[in-house]
């Protein structure tokens, strides 16, 4: 049973780089989220996808942007990393939107 | 910010005691919803309390909610040192439509 997958588990980044942190569920949820988890802060949401080919914006979604081309995938990219964005990842689906959210295992990301 | 609190922030007992963890939240919700984090993995889902619901159970885990006060308690009774670790709760049916998570609850159990 994989659930979600996510993809690299963690990485290291320089400054101005690109990055795509990669999500993959194998559950056909229909919705699909990216959070973004920091010390004392809890989980905030960066990205959302209530439905293949739709997105839209969380609380903090500047410097991120996301795609939703199929059920399965949900991409998360840093156009151009900055230091600010060094945190845990996390990718999550439920079938619903205000249903149950399932995740992966996270994205450990560091901009220096 | 919309988030939620959980309240305490950290909570350290003995093993065989009873854990009680709140959580106040701000939007109006169709279900508060409880997670579990183990250190260094996701969140799993442990329970799910529907606005018109003011009492929950499974299995050792006992959830209440109260609307009026905006507020949700999650009880874990006769503690084990395997559940430490941290607790959010999350509101659904915010203006976005998802989850909006609390900045949780540490709880370390002391064999």
């Known amino acids: 049973i994989a659930g979600i997958t996510q993809a690299p588990t963690s990485q290291i980044l320089a400054a101005g780089r690109r990055m795509t942190l990669r999500c993959t569920q194998d559950m056909r949820h229909n919705a699909m989220y990216w959070y973004r988890q920091d010390l004392g802060l809890g989980l905030r949401l960066i ?6 080919g739709t997105t839209g914006k969380g609380e903090v979604p500047d410097g991120y942007s996301v795609s ?4 399965d995938d949900f991409p998360l990219t840093l156009a151009s990393a900055v230091p600010s964005q060094t945190s845990v990842y996390f990718c999550a689906s439920s079938e619903q939107n205000t249903g149950e959210l399932f995740f992966g295992e996270g994205s450990r990301l560091t901009v220096l | ?14 093993e065989g005691e009873n854990a009680t963890m709140n ?17 260094g993995r996701g969140l799993v889902h442990l ?23 905006k507020s949700s308690s999650l009880l874990i ?9 941290s607790y959010f709760c999350a509101e659904g049916g915010g203006s ?16």
């Open chain 1, 47 to 52: 990205h959302y996808s209530n439905t293949a």
């Open chain 1, 68 to 71: 939703r081309a199929n059920t």
């Open chain 2, 1 to 14: 910010s919309q988030q939620g609190e959980e309240d305490p922030q950290a909570l350290s007992i003995q």
């Open chain 2, 23 to 39: 959580c106040s939240y701000k939007t109006s919700i169709n279900n508060l919803q409880w997670y579990r984090q183990n250190s």
């Open chain 2, 47 to 69: 329970i799910l309390i529907r606005s018109n619901e003011r009492e929950k159970h499974s299995g050792r885990l006992r959830v209440t909610l109260d609307t009026s006060k």
């Open chain 2, 77 to 85: 009774t006769a503690s084990r040192a395997a559940d430490t670790a």
């Open chain 2, 96 to 111: 976005q439509g998802n989850l909006i998570f609390g900045k949780g609850t540490k709880l370390s159990v002391k064999p």
